[in-house]
T-cell receptor, first 112, second 111 residues
């Protein structure tokens, strides 16, 4: 079982809609959770970090964490064509020397 | 100026050649990482270093070596490059317990 699992997509949403990206992780002692955006051929760019259960909002982005269900999600409101990218979920494990584990990413396309 | 830089940005080399990829950071972070990214496989950890004297193997260290020359510099070497090492390589840094920041990447092609 992979440490971090994401639906590879592709996920397509119309401009202005809400895009919902999901991620599950296997290790219950995972400490920190991150969402990165990666444009083709470019490096991952941090969007959000979340450390405790519940929602965290930053502009059009909301991260949601449910540690009991080992589930983290990212909502993008008012999706724009510039949001078209691959979104990577990452988890940091305290019990493996604070290593980061990345999902394979979900490809999002926002249709104008 | 970028906080995390990588050189070269692109490199084409032949099978059997030795190649070094370099990473420098001005963020003052103690921890540095090398990843490779292949289509469909995501980011895989090659080596990581928590300080100059602490270097650890990651998930896919075979065929690679690293050197942490200073807190700000972390180099990745391929002693004898092979075609399946063709990939996008990223360096990343982090402070203890915080998020990672990535360099721009090096696209390596081994022919």
């Amino acid at each position: 079982q992979k440490e971090v699992e994401q639906n590879s997509g592709p996920l397509s949403v119309p401009e202005g809609a809400i895009a919902s990206l999901n991620c599950t992780y296997s290790d219950r002692v995972s400490q920190s959770f991150f969402w990165y955006r990666q444009y083709s051929g470019k490096s991952p760019e941090l969007i959000m970090s979340i450390y405790s259960n519940g929602d965290k909002e930053d502009g059009r982005f909301t991260a949601q964490l449910n540690k009991a269900s080992q589930y983290v999600s990212l909502l993008i409101r008012d999706s724009q064509p510039s949001d078209s990218a691959t979104y990577l979920c990452a988890v940091r494990h305290l019990n493996t020397g604070n290593q980061f584990y990345f999902g394979t990413g979900t490809s999002l396309t926002v249709i104008p | 100026d970028a906080d995390v830089t990588q050189t070269p940005r692109n490199r084409i080399t032949k099978t059997g050649k030795r190649i070094m990829l370099e990473c420098s950071q001005t963020k003052g972070h103690d921890r540095m990482y090398w990843y490779r990214q292949d289509p469909g496989l995501g980011l895989r950890l090659i080596y990581y270093s928590f300080d100059v004297k602490d270097i650890n193997k990651g998930e896919i260290s075979d065929g690679y070596s690293v050197s942490r020359q200073a807190q700000a510099k972390f180099s990745l070497s391929l002693e004898s490059a092979i075609p399946n090492q063709t990939a996008l390589y990223f360096c990343a840094t982090t402070r203890t317990h915080y998020e990672q920041y990535f360099g721009p990447g090096t696209r390596l092609t081994v022919t």
